[in-house]
Structure formats: C-alpha cells, structure tokens
C-alpha cells in the first residue's frame, strides 16, 4: 500500500482483545474502539533487522498498522491506547472505503531507564485515494527515519528543518499556547469598555503577537 520494501511486510491481522489485554481500557473507551474500528492488520515492520539501518537511540523499530474505520473518525484516545499497548513507534494508515490517511505520534522516552513511550502528539496527512501515499525510507539509522516521517506527514505544522526534531514540536507546541492566549485576550479587549485598560489590554496582545511574529 505504501510502496516499502518487500522485506517489511508482515501482513498479519491483530485481534482487538490482544490491544484489550495490555491496556485494559475502561468502557468509554472499549465502546469507541469497537465502534470505530473494523480490524487492525500489522502490514510492515521497519527495522535494521529488516533493512540496511544503523540501530537508533531512541528508536528500535517502527511498525506500520492499517486501521479500517468503520465511519471515517476514530478519536486520538483510540490511537494512545494502541500506542500504549506497543512499545514502539507505530505509523497508522487510516483506510475508510476508497480514502486512506497517515497518522503518526511523535513520542519521548520518558527517561534512559524505561523501556515505555511517551505520545506527545499526533500528525495526519490529509484524506487521500487508497494507494496514492508512498513513503521512502530515508536516513541511516532508526533515529533518522522516524525523525524524516514526522516531518513528512506534519507537513507546514514543524518548521526548523535545522533544530533537532524534540525542539520542533516544542516549539510548535509554544506557539499553540500563545495563539491561544492571544485569542482569549482579543475577546477579552472586545469586551472591555474602559480605555485605559483596553490600552493596557491591546500592549499585552501586541507583545504576545511580536513573540510568534504575527
């Protein structure tokens, strides 16, 4: 589906419960899993095993889940618990009838001692016709190719092709947080009526935007 070497592909159907069995989700979460997804099939394992790849870091290997949707929406929830359940990274190709969309978590290491991952965040292409997403394999080492997949499908989303991939989406994440705090402090400027404080009010968003550049 995604055009990876044949040397990746595992094609194996993975039963919900296995996912059950390792998170033990409470029933909000059991009921959504359920109803949103039809099956999980592992189609490729990337790894140096597998490929010509200098172990990494922080990465060991990725592995390549095809999540059929039963109605086109499957909440971020469902993808952490999967994350969860599988110590590694794992790259989501989303398939609903003749649309597929990638998905992929930029997860840490909480620290050099723990063996688990920590989600971050989530990326996603945009929808597109099954089959027309191909992905190469770029970089040397684990590290490297996990790192150029983020970027790939986050897209215009991470900038600071020079800064390291944790400084890219912490950065993304500082900005999110100020144009958050810039759109409660426009409302909250609408909304006042005496001069001198509205003044103060619109200095404090004129600082906010010079920090993001707006």
Request: glycine share 6%.
């Amino acid at each position: 589906m995604l055009g990876l070497p044949a040397s990746t592909e595992l094609n194996r159907r993975i039963p919900k419960q296995k996912i059950y069995g390792k998170c033990e989700p409470g029933p909000a979460l059991k009921k959504a899993f359920s109803e949103q997804i039809a099956s999980i099939h592992w189609r490729n394992k990337i790894a140096p095993e597998v490929l010509n790849l200098a172990a990494g870091k922080a990465v060991r290997e990725l592995e390549v889940f095809e999540l059929r949707l039963n109605d086109g929406q499957i909440d971020e929830a469902v993808l952490r618990l999967i994350d969860r359940a599988i110590p590694y990274q794992i790259l989501f190709v989303l398939v609903w009838e003749e649309r597929m969309r990638l998905a992929l978590a930029y997860k840490e290491t909480p620290d050099v001692k723990s063996a688990g991952v920590r989600v971050e965040r989530y990326y996603y292409t945009d929808w597109m016709p099954v089959g027309e997403a191909a992905l190469r394999i770029e970089g040397l080492s684990m590290d490297a190719v996990y790192e150029n997949l983020v970027r790939r499908i986050a897209g215009d989303a991470l900038d600071g092709q020079s800064a390291s991939l944790k400084e890219s989406v912490a950065e993304q994440g500082r900005r999110e947080r100020i144009k958050k705090q810039i759109a409660a402090l426009e409302a909250k400027i609408w909304r006042e009526k005496q001069p001198k404080r509205k003044f103060e009010l619109v200095q404090q968003l004129r600082g906010l935007q010079d920090m993001i550049g707006v």
